[in-house]
Structure formats: structure tokens, C-alpha cells
């Protein structure tokens, strides 16, 4: 079993900070680095492999947009959140 280690008054403190910090999620990438993450996964070679007018690429291709905007809208709240703290 694992003793439980005593936290000076400083690493609490830290420890508290490092958790505070936000952490990167999807919506902070632009269109590159997401179009690059989706590269590096091999969905894009997956899909150039299927016929363009097929049911998965078609979806594929409609919900594109729906992510756009809903990463858009995101955005757009964090940054009106930020500016009322100012």
C-alpha cells in the first residue's frame, strides 16, 4: 500500500494551478491542423477511396459544415466570456 504523502502549503498550491489550466480541445485547432489530424488518422485516404456520391462520403461531406459551425459558435462564446471578464 501506497503512505500518503504530505503536501507542503506551495505543491498544494501548484497542483491546484496545473489543474486550472485549460486544456486544448478541438475546438482551439483551425481547419488545417483538424484536415491534418484526419490525415494522420487515414480517414482521408479512406474516404478518397469511396465513391464520391456514396452514402459515408456524403455524410461525411454534410456533417463538415455542421462541425464547422458548431466549433464556430464555440469559439465565438469563449472569446465573448473572455472579453466580459476584461
Request: charged letters at 30%; hydrophobic letters at 35%.
Amino acid at each position: 500500500m501506497a503512505k500518503e504523502q504530505k503536501l507542503t502549503p506551495e505543491e498544494s498550491q501548484q497542483i491546484a494551478e496545473a489543474t486550472q489550466v485549460p486544456q486544448t480541445s478541438p475546438t482551439d485547432w483551425n481547419r488545417r491542423q483538424r484536415r491534418h489530424m484526419l490525415r494522420q488518422q487515414g480517414v482521408l485516404r479512406y474516404l478518397s477511396k469511396l465513391p464520391f456520391l456514396g452514402e459515408v462520403r456524403s455524410n461525411f461531406r454534410q456533417q463538415n459544415p455542421e462541425n464547422e459551425e458548431r466549433f464556430i459558435k464555440e469559439i465565438w462564446m469563449k472569446m465573448t466570456e473572455l472579453t466580459m471578464l476584461l
